[in-house]
């Protein structure tokens, strides 16, 4: 009796279920725009008379990296010779050292995924990306030259300190932002000029009075704002300025950049700092009780307030963990982050008509980006729901993945972007994306709000909703398309995980 | 408690690849590849004092192989008794440095043993040409320098220099106690010296003292690894007048390199005293106190001390067998009479 009531009743579920489940944000439009006027004012936004050295632009620049924006300062030709090697610095700085190995900053060039893909984009462009993607991956690679695309097998070499990504003397020898040179006047793709100077070279940092034995040293204030991190972590298309990755867009309109929260608060420090910035909406050196006080270098006179974790981590537990050799270190703190992300809300709503709505909400409490940010369009979180009677009966379920790991896309809650190429084409492609048709990432502080409506079979007295919010860096498909399927399975990473019960 | 130990000194070390063994041969230049008869004649050039202004003088008067390879001096003694400003760093495992001398004006050991022959104070030959014109005049050594180096004119500076170097680059004394602990004899070291091994990492030591010469990073041939010394003030700058000199920054004019030295060995430390640059301290329990507060903001207890020292006593040789070199004779004759003697 119940199963015939059921199989009619599912179909009709299923049809609610795809016109209702929706993510929709919760912050109104003016609202939103008046967060990001305020956050321009807050991000430091001055009248260009006021602009520090380091923001200026200059008019006589040559983009001889283009179409990235690196510069050199006097644009010298440079060698390995001029880069210091990271083991070097590992002398004085082991703490620093240790969480910057195994990084994805030191994976950056050398990440199977990001070659691959990297590689298909040389092949598709005739090699005009090579700068593109190679400036913010091995920056050193680009300015010395070394980078070798080993096109029958989709892969890249560079030389021995190239090769080591974003390491040391990448971020500690920029000496500007060149963001007003940019074609969006904004920060991103690689706009920063470097001054390496070899061994003993000064490096740039956020301490005033920094003092060494072995290089000299010079204050950064870039180095204590979002806007250094934001020459990399916003991307846009070199040709049609499409937007594709906006991480530092993302914060620079949210209410961390109002309160002066930046990019260094939450991914230079330890996750639980990192969940009490976000709680707190303090910067860590305000919250009470927080001890981040050490020593930046062995042999140091001085205690700083706050000595900055180098891991950088952020949702990516896929390559750190391929790229350990063991070390598990950075890919469990990324699934640490990933589960102190995000907040769901589970409820049930009866409504007028018989039916009953479960009603999942998702708020992004603690990144200070979107939730997924960066390459949202192969980035995925969903929601994973199952509703079951009393007796274990599964009245609806939504979000599960398939025998191919897969999502069926068309009836899922997703927070993602869908990007098209000129075709109107749904791509994964960075290089092919015109414009995004859908973009459901959810903002800092913001969240999205889902409806799924089922009629409870006669009879049952509860029904139980199991409600997960899972993570994935990208889709099993991209995974098998650019490694070979069967390489890798890419691991769902389950952010949240609630229950929820209606008596009836 | 060996064997936790050993576990202990290798997780808390702050580099993987800290404990390093000093390898069986030392690396050498592409273009000074080294062979038995090089190695013969550079080892004759190192021991001959007939190439110092007065013909007393010789590489070995102050880097004394049958000793720590220096010369137990505050300063060096050369010709006509005059001394030097610094103290003569040992010979032994200079090998492993990328660069030579104090402050790393020299590149390579080639240049490095270029030096001495023309200072003042030390060998005090007027030129270089000078020198190897007295080379020219023995015959014994013009028939080694063709059978070595062939050629219209063997006999060169650059070719006497090849020969020295190659020879230094033999002395060298891997399977020193910590050299046969790191490659597995866990009783090649004392609990002192485990103590002393781990205090090594844990203050700091390491940070420039590292890998096989503990001497510093890996560095490419010819770029040195300078460090600041003293880095912090504390009252031994004054006692032992370690600021006295600009160190590296006489040979830049690089404000940066004001006091800078390249980081010296500490293979054989525990024969070499007195240390540092000018020589002024004596033992070495008094330098590791020196060190502490000097560069790395500590100080230490007397039983620290001690631990320290036990280590660094691992790292004193063995020393390979050297037989003297028979000198191409100049019977009744001697080379350096024409050279009149400079007034001091």
Known sequence: MIHKLLTPALGALLAVMIGGAHAGNAASMPEQMMDAMKGMVAHGMKPVFEMPAHMQSTTDKEFKYAPSYMTVTGDRELTEADFEDPAMCAGCHPKQYQGWQGSMHSNAFVDPIFQKLWSKAEKATDGALMNHCGACHSPIGVLTGSIVHDKDNDKFTAGPIASKGVSCDVCHTITKTNFLDTATMEHGNASFEIDPQGPGGAKRGPLEDAKSPYHKTEYSELHTKADFCGNCHQIFHPENGFPIERTYDEWKYSPYARAGIVCQDCHMNPVETAVRVAKEMKRPQDLEGENLKGYAGLGAAQQRDVVHDHSFVGGNAVVTELLGGGNSAHAAAARQRLQNAAEVGVSFEKRGDGLTDLRVEVTNTSAGHNLPTSLTDVREIWVEVTITDDKGAVLFESGKLDSHGELDHDNVTIFNSVARNGRGDVTHYPWEVTRFSRNTTIPPKGNAVSRYTFKAPEGATQVTADVKLNYRSYGQHLADVLLGAGTITIPVIEMEHETASLSL | ?344
């Open chain 2, 1 to 344: 408690m060996r064997l936790l130990l050993l576990a202990l000194v290798a997780l808390t070390s702050p580099l993987a690849s800290a404990w390093d063994a000093l390898p069986e041969t030392a690396p050498y230049p592409a273009d000074n590849p080294p062979s038995a008869a090089k190695i013969e004649l550079g080892k004759q050039l190192f021991f001959d004092p007939r190439f110092s202004a007065t013909g007393t003088i010789s590489c070995n008067s102050c880097h004394n192989l049958m000793a720590g390879g220096d010369d137990s001096r505050q300063t060096s003694m050369g010709v006509h008794g005059l001394t030097g400003p610094r103290n003569a760093p040992t010979v032994w495992n200079a090998a492993f440095h990328s660069v030579q001398f104090w402050d790393g004006r020299a590149k390579t050991l080639e240049d490095q043993a270029k030096g001495p022959v023309v200072a003042h104070v030390e060998m005090g030959m007027t030129d270089l040409d000078a020198a190897i014109a007295r080379v020219r005049d023995i015959p014994g050594y013009v028939e080694q320098f063709a059978a070595v180096f062939g050629g219209a004119q063997p006999v060169t500076v650059d070719n006497a220099a090849k020969a020295v170097a190659a020879f230094e680059r033999t002395l060298i004394t891997p399977n020193s106690p910590y050299d046969r602990y790191v490659n597995g004899d866990t009783t090649a070291l004392t609990e002192q010296q485990l103590r002393g091994m781990q205090a090594f990492a844990d203050l700091g030591c390491v940070a420039c003292h590292r890998g096989p010469a503990f001497n510093g990073p890996e560095m490419p041939g010819g770029v040195g690894f300078f460090i600041s010394f003293p880095f912090h003030d504390s009252p031994y700058v004054e006692e032992y007048g370690l600021r006295d000199e600009p160190g590296r920054y006489a040979v830049t004019g690089n404000e940066a390199d004001r006091h800078k030295y390249r980081v010296p060995t500490l293979r054989n430390i525990a024969l070499t005293a007195p240390y540092f640059h000018n020589g002024r301290v004596k033992t070495l329990e008094e330098a590791v106190r020196v060190m502490a507060p000097s560069q790395l903001h500590k100080r230490l207890s007397d039983a620290q001390v001690a631990d320290v020292v036990a280590f660094l006593n691992a790292l004193t040789g063995p020393f390979p067998e050297l037989t003297l070199p028979r000198l191409p004779p100049t019977p009744g004759r001697s080379v350096a009479d024409p050279e009149p003697h400079p007034t001091p």
